[in-house]
């Protein structure tokens, strides 16, 4: 028995040698962003853990074990969305032991994902867009940036970490477009409207320069959305932002950054465009991820049809 357990001890620390080897090819050759990063290695080491606690060599894992480790998540109160998260992160590192010949089996690939309630995504209306950027007092530098940063947020239905990576050089006012920075680094085009365009404008004559000046060592950066001391600001501190702005508004609270990515997709969609044209300017890898906006459309067309008719009610 001795000889057993050291057997699998050995196993384990390969395995997790392994895991480190999957999350260096993550980062460095699939040049995931390090948030993305760093849920695979949260994830990982949390399996690893399992398997070390409940005796099982990772290697050598069947369809049943690694039906017992869902198990144990739901247990253990972990939403759906959560358990999926992990499952995908277990299937992708065993895609990858299999494809480097590291193992034989594939037992992640035959286990089904738990059922996901379908939950339409939260958009905020025009109306509320209105105010929400009517809420910003323009009047400082500070506000300049803010009205922005929202004026971008709406214009390109960007993700909140996009505008943050954000430089200048990538909003060119003069073609009317920005280049925004999506998963893996993708890049994509993204035009922007005119009102848009002017508030950047005027931030970057106006704020910018002021905000720059604030930079305690007196050196320079290139980044767009610039914080108090004049640094770039993080997706953190945009979304802070963000909410500040939302209960000037006197907006739900539920409201976040990326319902304005949701309501440019839906707006979109309900203007007539193309799904593969929204799918390009979302920077989504599938068109089913992009499909989920056609019933929001939908609904919403019932929606009106239901208030506008006389028998609606």
């Given amino acids: 028995m001795g000889g057993e357990a050291k057997s699998r001890s050995a196993s ?5 040698s392994q895991v480190a080897d999957f999350i260096r090819y993550l980062s460095s050759v699939r040049n995931l962003s390090p948030n993305t990063v760093r849920a695979y290695e949260s994830d990982l080491d949390a399996y690893a853990s399992w398997a070390e606690r409940e005796g099982i060599d990772p290697l050598e894992v069947s369809h049943r074990d690694l039906r017992f480790f869902l198990a144990d998540l739901s247990r253990a109160r972990y939403t ?46 025009d109306a509320d867009v209105a105010r929400l950027l009517e809420s910003v007092d323009t009047a400082s530098a500070a506000g300049l940036r803010d009205r922005a940063f929202l004026e971008l947020l709406y214009a390109s239905g960007a993700r909140i970490s996009e505008v ?28 922007l409207y005119d009102s ?21 060592d007196g050196s320079t950066t290139q980044a767009l959305l610039l914080s108090t001391r004049g640094n770039r600001m993080s997706a953190a501190a945009l979304r802070t932002c963000f ?47 992009t499909q989920i906006y056609t019933h ?16 609606g009610e």
């Fill in 196 to 216: 848009c365009l002017a508030w950047v404008g005027r931030y970057l004559v106006e704020g910018r320069p002021e905000l720059l000046a604030r930079r305690r």
């Fill in 243 to 289: 909410e500040k702005h939302a209960r000037a508004a006197g907006l739900d609270g539920s409201i976040t950054p990326h319902a304005m990515r949701h309501s440019f997709a839906t707006e979109l969609l309900g203007g007539g465009a193309d799904m593969r044209s929204v799918q390009e300017l979302l920077g989504h890898a599938s068109l089913s991820t």
């Fill in 80 to 125: 759906t969305r959560t358990i999926n998260r992990h499952l995908s992160a277990v299937r992708a590192l065993y895609r990858w032991l299999l494809h480097e010949g590291l193992t034989e089996r594939d037992a992640a690939a035959a286990v089904a994902s738990p059922k996901l309630a379908k939950t339409l995504p939260k958009t905020i209306s």
């Fill in 164 to 191: 943050s990576g954000l430089d200048v050089r990538d909003v060119d006012l003069r073609t009317s477009q920005v280049r925004l920075f999506g998963k893996g680094s993708k890049e994509r085009i993204v035009p």
């Fill in 12 to 16: 384990q620390e390969r395995f997790r």
């Fill in 296 to 311: 929001l459309s939908v609904d919403r067309l019932k929606e009106a049809a239901r208030q506008a008719h006389p028998r």
